[in-house]
């Protein structure tokens, strides 16, 4: 792929009339000037797609799709990229300018990686700004291949953030890509299965924001999947890798259901929720904290769970 460009920026688009045209902007102002645009529009009904269409540079491309979720928009994205290594970014979120000049020096300095990922910093509609808790063993270096990531992802908020990663082509592709149909989780399941099969490596330069909304409220868009497909993915694979890590991680997923249908007043799913991450790893202590937080007032529960998760993507 010599001749192609070295990266294709994958941009899953979806009714953001508002951020897009920062977010191709944020990409077309890289140091690094080699890479395609792809941006995918998943049947979006707003002006987003007329937006990127305006922006006059050839290296951008708009496909459309009917909507079928983010998943199968980056699938989309990938299957039709060009280059040996796709990164990602989400129609709503941007990247400073050496975030592929980063991705770059990860690249050489580590080969036996496919997965590269930098730091970054969630951005509130107010225009505040917060650094993510990123708790790592190896935080005192400015890059290196990431090692218990299982572990490390239970403390932290998320190590691997989508619109903050880049993959070769061939890992994610060796994966099956996004899984598709899935509302909540779907990043978090595709890099388990890149980390399982491929070495990652990670830098603490900040190259991406990361675009929230309020502090502490759950996404009612992204409400909880029903079947929880992610979490039956995560037991395959903890049956065919195993691993006290990923156990705990898989304890970790039903911990953060349990938040989030705290948080939309679901109780008894809440409790449900709590009762099979006790099942892969016990941890009494909180199951006792998030048992007490079913039977408490709802207003009360929910100044706890903002306190306590103000910054956690869940």
Not at 268 to 285: H, V
Request: proline share 4%; with cysteine.
């Amino acid at each position: 792929m010599n001749n192609f460009p070295k990266f294709t920026v994958v941009v899953p688009l979806f009714n953001n009339e508002k951020y897009i045209y920062e977010a191709i902007q944020s990409v077309l102002h890289q140091t690094l000037q080699s890479f395609e645009v792809l941006v995918i529009n998943d049947g979006s009904s707003d002006r987003g797609p007329d937006i990127a269409r305006s922006i006059c540079d050839n290296r951008i491309q708009v496909v459309d799709q009917i909507n079928q979720g983010v998943s199968s928009a980056r699938n989309f994205g990938i299957n039709l990229s060009r280059s040996e290594y796709i990164a990602f970014l989400d129609s709503d979120d941007f990247w400073e300018p050496h975030f592929l000049d980063t991705i770059l020096v990860l690249i050489a300095k580590y080969p036996e990686c496919q997965l590269f990922s930098t730091n970054y910093n969630y951005l509130y509609n107010d225009g505040s700004v917060a650094q993510p808790t990123i708790k790592l063993r190896c935080d005192h270096e400015t890059d290196f291949v990431l090692t218990d990531y299982f572990e490390q992802s239970i403390v932290s908020d998320p190590i691997i953030w989508t619109s903050a990663t880049a993959v070769s082509r061939s890992a994610i592709l060796s994966i099956g890509g996004f899984p598709e149909g899935v509302r909540v989780g779907e990043d978090l399941l595709t890099w388990a299965k890149l980390i399982l099969e491929y070495k990652a490596a990670y830098s603490t330069e900040c190259c991406a924001l990361f675009r929230r909304g309020h502090h502490g409220s759950p996404d009612r868009r992204r409400f909880p999947d029903p079947d929880d497909y992610v979490g039956k993915e995560f037991i395959r694979l903890y049956n065919q890798y195993g691993g006290v890590a990923l156990k705990k991680y898989i304890a970790h997923w039903y911990k953060m259901r349990t938040s989030i249908y705290l948080q939309l007043g679901d109780r008894a799913k809440a409790r449900s929720e709590i009762i099979k991450s006790c099942k892969y790893y016990p941890s009494p202590r909180k199951f006792f904290v998030f048992l007490f937080l079913t039977i408490l007032p709802i207003f009360i529960s929910d100044k706890i769970l903002k306190a306590k998760f103000k910054y956690k993507n869940l």
